[in-house]
């Protein structure tokens, strides 16, 4: 038995003349999080179609618990649980009716598939709404449903495409909580995200996907260290100090600040920066009006990430 | 199997949370039947009574071709919002869910052949056969609507949206209708148009038909109507299982 629960080699997928996918590796272990981060179009949801047994690769091959995907998907499809843009709920039904469904289809008896819907109801907090029908869900409901229905089967791989585009952080927490549960009773769970702070919160490794190749692959600490840093910005009160105060900073920090009109910004590689700068403005007598520090942000890391790539190219 | 009849029950419980599909499936007939008999009734045949016993086997096959619609929007619908992809991901048979799309159809297309004839004969509309012909008639309809679905299965995998299928759909199905005899005899038409009559499968669908309900010759429109639905089948449910692969893997 293989201790890989997701593993991909050259995976490529063409669409005329644009190439999804062109030459995409994975090694995921079993128990982990993994977070597909990218932008859109980068070729994030192919990848997962594919891995979901949903769509054929043009070359590669790719296995999810020693299962291939192309020549055994009927016994990968026993395992895994699919969500999120593309694996959806029907909107016609109600939330019960949607878990019954799948339940059946899972060839459940009526029995079964009804006690199996009320209990994720439960889980997932939609006991109130089970018999509504979809379409009168909110945006975060309607993703919790979403990923309710690729649990029917208890599986052990679950692929979550995006599965909190869209929502407000409110519900965007929900269902990250919802994800750690999943995690913590040992499911593999491989998600796509657009958002570096959401792959940073759940994932235990972050593979960055770009025009259809794999840009990195790392922790997420290990990929922040790479990209170097986190950045510093701040606003005087009187703008008329910034020189001074930019002077001021670059001592403490080692590196000039950047100007943007009236906000300086300088990246940092350590968070203890920030009270250190605070105190030598503060000791200055420069008032300041707003300090932030920032994490890098995804446009930080594909910057960083195709910069890279052209220079080793 | 029973993953089918699972997706089928899923037809039916959409059809009754649409109420608004639902009339359409129970009041379209008996508006279009009302508004015929009424209105061209007379003209057509001097007596609304009379145009009612015309029209109604016509309105059982125009209903058929209609209703077929049904299945290339469903898929298409199913598609477009990642349903089909969720019943795919499942260990289900991979032909699921066009057998479930088809298997609501079916039952959809009863209710509206139900409902038709209870309007026809609330309305005065008689058979002057018996129960088996007319059931055989019911059968005939179905089995051509089937036929056809396959059709729609087709356009509804290989067009990009439910408005290009009834689009393309409408553009189909009224030549089909009107260039036939559902709605008047086609003894006014001019040459060219009574030739494409003759060809048209849907005439030998209404012969069989008013055969079947009001009596007639049976044999020879009917045999037709089969060969049609065979030729329907063989050419077109081999185009639409490609398609469906297609769909299903590479796209």
Redesign the interface.
Known sequence: MSKLAIEAYGLVKR?GEVTALDGVDLAVRTGTVIGVLGPNGAGKTTAV?IL?????PDAGTAAVLGHDVTTAG?QA??L???AG?????????TGR?NLR??G????YSRKDAAARATTLLAEFGLTDAADR?VKTYSGGMRRRLDLA??LV?RPRVVFLDEPTTGLDPVARGALWDRIRALVAEGTTVLLTTQYLEEADALADEIVVIDHGRVAAQDTPTALKRRLGSQTLDLRLADPARADEAAALVAAVVGTAPARVGERLSVPVTDGAMMPAVVRRLDDAGAEIAEIALHLPSLDDVFRALTTTKELTA | M??CL??T??GI??LR??PASLADVVFGPAIFLVLFVYVFGGAISGSTREYLQFVLPGMLGLMTLLATMGVGTALNQDIE???F????????PRI?PLVGAIGADVVRQVIAIVALLGFGLALGFRFSTGPLPVLAACALALGFALALSWVWVLLGLSLPNAQAVQGLGAVIIFPLSFASNIFVPTDTMPGWLAAFVQVNPVRHLMDALRGLMLGGPVAQPVLITLAWMVGFVAVFAPLALAAYRRRS???
Do not use: F, M
């Not at chain 1, 059946?104 to 060839?107: A, F, M, P, S, V």
């Not at chain 2, 992809?85 to 289900?92: G, K």
């Open positions: 669409y179609r979901a047994t949903l769509l054929r009927h499809r026993q895994i649980g699919v843009q593309h694996a959806s709920v029907d909107e016609d039904l009716q469904l799948v059946r289809l899972l060839t029908a229905a690729s089967n | 029973t993953q699972t997706l029950w899923r419980v959409k949370r649409h919002k990642g349903v992809d969720r019943i795919r991901s499942l260990p289900t699921a893997l590479t796209s």
